[in-house]
């Protein structure tokens, strides 16, 4: 089969090599997915899972991407739940092979059926940026209606999901981001935007939750700014700044069969967008993760045609 793989850690997306791979087989609770659509996160490549195995030794080459959607076409002993022909999309384990490749061996936990209605280019969308926004609002956040977030990085993939899942709980949502993204942001369900290079973020006033995709200087002056009892929600490593009178909580996204149904029921039924920027093949993915210009939104590899 087709596969990316990467073996060179200091080469970053440039060092991705698309490849001939033997397709996986199905382990016990595995399926094995035929990959439709494939999602792709930069940051994988920092991760120490996309190089080691659990026991800390060399599983490279390693095929990156952990979003997928697609087609089971196998059965591994002991795996319920899941029959060959269904349509799924999910989040592969992180420690491996992934998604960036025809076939994909994988848990069956970690997948949830993918309605006929719904593309596999935006089922493959959804994974980490869907599950990263609800579980950081919902099981560590608390967010309860009424209640006001600040979502950092409004117009990208997760914090397009962060504002529009908030919104829907009944929040109100301050975006953030540069001045470029500002529309974007508005579009997808922020009430007020704060340009992070020309505007006060003091000025913001207190919130109950803030969700943060960047670190660095602009959490800690986001800790100000948490009320009483309010939550600090990190994807980017232990907080730096904790809430004078708050919590800080930081996490990394698990797959959820039951939270990925929730997700996509939104986005069946029109209340939930997805933010893809770009698409391409998997024969043109190494040229799409090395973009010449700045994209906004998540690139997705078309798999299948």
Not at 19 to 45: C, K, M, W, Y
Not at 76 to 91: E, I, M, N, P
Not at 154 to 167: D, E, K, N, P
Request: charged share 20%.
């Amino acid at each position: 089969m087709k596969a990316i793989v990467v073996t060179d850690q200091a080469a970053g997306t440039a060092g991705m090599k698309l490849v001939e791979r033997p397709e996986p087989q199905a382990a016990i609770n595995d399926v094995v997915v035929q990959v439709h659509a494939s999602g792709f996160v930069p940051t994988e490549l920092a991760w120490p899972s996309t190089w080691t195995d659990r026991l800390d030794r060399d599983r490279t080459p390693s095929i990156p991407g952990h979003e997928l959607a697609g087609v089971v076409t196998a059965l591994g002993y002991g795996t319920t739940g899941l029959s060959v022909g269904q349509r799924v999309f999910g989040l592969a384990d992180w420690h491996r092979d992934g998604s960036l490749a025809e076939y994909i061996g994988i848990e069956a936990r970690n997948l949830a059926p993918l309605p006929g209605d719904v593309d596999f280019t935006v089922g493959a969308s959804l994974p980490i940026s869907g599950l990263t926004a609800w579980q950081g609002l919902f099981q560590h956040g608390h967010l309860q209606a009424g209640q006001s977030v600040l979502a950092h990085g409004a117009a990208g993939a997760v914090g397009s999901m962060v504002t529009q899942l908030a919104r829907l709980a009944g929040a109100y949502v301050i975006g953030t981001g540069r001045a470029a993204d500002r529309q974007k942001a508005l579009d997808f369900g922020a009430q007020e935007f704060v340009d992070l290079d020309n505007d006060a973020l003091e000025d913001v006033g207190g919130v109950d939750l803030v969700f943060d995709v960047i670190g660095g200087d602009i959490q800690k002056r986001s800790a100000g700014l948490i009320r009483a009892g309010g939550t600090l929600v990190s994807i980017v490593g232990p907080a730096e700044a904790r809430p004078a009178d708050g919590s800080a909580v930081d996490f990394v996204v698990e797959s959820d069969r039951a939270q990925l149904s929730e997700i996509v029921q939104r986005v069946r039924d029109g209340r939930l967008r997805t933010n893809i920027g770009n698409i391409a093949i998997l024969d043109d993915a190494v040229a799409a993760f090395n973009p010449t210009e700045r994209r906004s939104g998540k690139t997705v590899i078309r798999v299948r045609p």
